[in-house]
């Protein structure tokens, strides 16, 4: 699972709206989990796809104080990775079937980039409410590593438990 967050103006339901409009239509279906401050969205191929291996992947919004945590889960494959090698057993035993499977060489090859498109989707809507992955240094923390603590950047040691923290670089 990867994640990332985005400081700025930006809330859990702008992402959703995006990502429902970009895959909620052709060959995928997006089904939404709760409003507000925490939503979780399932990015699937429609059940009724005649084309291509099945396919999914979840993402989960959150909103934080200044910003969104998104999470974006692994792909499920293995379906694509099915129907890519009857594809290619078809054209080993017969070259001329490749007209007959190139609808499913393309939804396969579409899915298999389905966790890129789907951080695209999420960059350019952070971008168009000018929001990113920097935070001021006003408002950064310092979080440590053995109880998960936000601490200023100023500290030396964790306000929680008192382990030391990274030194912070100071340009020269």
Known sequence: ?????????????????????????????????????????????????RSGGQTAIGVTLERIAKGVIVQVGKQAIWDVAASLGVTVLSLLRNPWR?????DDLAQDIESLQLTQE??????????????SEQISQALSRLVCEYCRTPNPPENTHCVACG???PATFSPP
């Open 1 to 49: 699972m990867e994640q990332r967050v985005y400081y700025g103006e930006i809330t859990p339901q702008d992402i959703a709206e995006a990502l429902r409009i970009r895959f909620d239509r052709g060959g995928y279906r997006v089904y939404q989990i709760g409003d507000g401050p925490k939503i979780a969205l399932q990015i699937t191929t429609r059940e009724d796809s």
């Open 163 to 165: 382990a030391p923290l």
């Open 98 to 102: 490749l007209l007959e499977r190139i």
């Open 118 to 131: 789907i951080w695209e989707t999420i960059e350019a809507t952070a971008h168009f409410h000018r929001a």
